[in-house]
């Protein structure tokens, strides 16, 4: 089945997401410390994407574009909306309790789709029906959700909806991005869309650590952005 590893992967952030608030009962000191070494750690894998970049330019660009779009359409304040709404028809909301929901909705959802391994991962399982790379996400998403909602909270599982969304249109797309798009122009989308995602990525590890609070969800149309230009770039 086409979207077997999708739905896998959504299972296994929805899992550990409660088996991380089993363990949500911690100090609130050992929290903040396990939140300071998560968003350092996040700040580090996404410098690690964001160097992968074989033009720098063309990602600035991109992103510079992409946060004006954002900005126009607010979607960081719309994800954040979804958030809250989700989360009222799921139990009653605590007392500045919604605002965390949405927050952690927002920034594990982020962390989930930007990476290189949930395109990769969709289009193997909607051309050949292989869903190894998306399994192994799924383990590596699995651990992360136990970590994020024992210090985050319920929001976490929300982030499967987006992500199941996201790499289950990629998956049913499969066949036609692979019958339209060539490899190679493909493999430099891939490239430099991992290089847009690790910018996005140290956003949410500032943000985590609480030294800026950007609204990386707002620099998300740098990705069609990216992928409409690296395209009128293959016509010259």
Known sequence: MVLTGTLVNGLAIIVAGFIGLMVQNIPEKMKTTVLQAIGLAIILLGL?????TEDFL??????AVGAVLGEWIGIDSYLNKLGEWIESKLKPAKSGESGKVAQAFVTTSLIYVVGAMAVLGSIDSGLRADHSLLYTKAMLDGLSAIIFASTMGFGVLLSAIP??????MI?????YIAAFVPDVLLEQFIL???????VMVVAIGL??????TIRVANLLPALPVLALVIWILSLF
């Open 48 to 52: 690690q994407m964001g160097l992968q």
């Open 58 to 63: 063309l990602v600035i660009g991109c992103l």
């Open 163 to 168: 992500v199941m969304l996201y790499q289950g």
């Open 171 to 175: 998956a049913l797309l499969a066949t």
């Open 192 to 198: 430099e869309m991992t290089a847009v995602g690790g």
């Open 207 to 212: 943000n985590i650590l609480g030294l800026t």
